[in-house]
């Protein structure tokens, strides 16, 4: 079975949106984030939840598959609720958005489920979404309570 591992690039406020719908229900270890500082580069390692795979059919089993999560340009990286030093904390990715500021940057928002948030601050939008190796098989599948 040939396994076609996701790969996505995001330029635009649009490409940025496909991504974070893709990152729904994702989950991050605290230290799988490092921020490259010199090299002007913000990792995050998750294990996404596929859900292009669950919405093909009635069938399929719920999988995850580790992907990485890279932003490039980055001017700096400030983040709210998330302890770093906690080394056992997992965060639940909800979404990202991002807001063109006064001086012509990009601040992009990693909201995270408990008001926990990354701020990733750069000069243009390029973030690339890369999933490694092979899925595995998830035995729940996320719940939303829906208003």
Excluded at 88 to 111: P, Q, Y
């Amino acid at each position: 079975m040939d396994i076609k591992n996701l790969k996505l690039v995001a330029h635009t406020d649009e490409d940025l949106r496909v991504i974070s719908a893709h990152l729904q229900d994702a989950i991050v270890h605290t230290p799988d984030i490092a921020n490259l500082k010199k090299n002007r580069i913000f990792l995050m390692q998750l294990n996404r939840f596929m859900w292009e795979d669950v919405e093909k059919g009635v069938f399929r089993k719920n999988k995850r598959i580790r992907t990485i999560l890279k932003f490039e340009n980055v001017i700096n990286v400030l983040s709210k609720g998330i302890n770093q030093k906690n080394k056992s904390r997992f965060l639940d990715f909800l979404a990202m958005e991002s807001n063109l500021l006064s001086n012509k940057t990009f601040e992009i928002k990693v909201i995270f489920s408990g008001d926990s948030i990354i701020k990733v601050n750069s000069e243009v939008i390029d973030i690339t979404l890369d999933d490694q190796g092979v899925p595995w098989e998830s035995k729940t599948k996320p719940k939303h309570k829906f208003l």
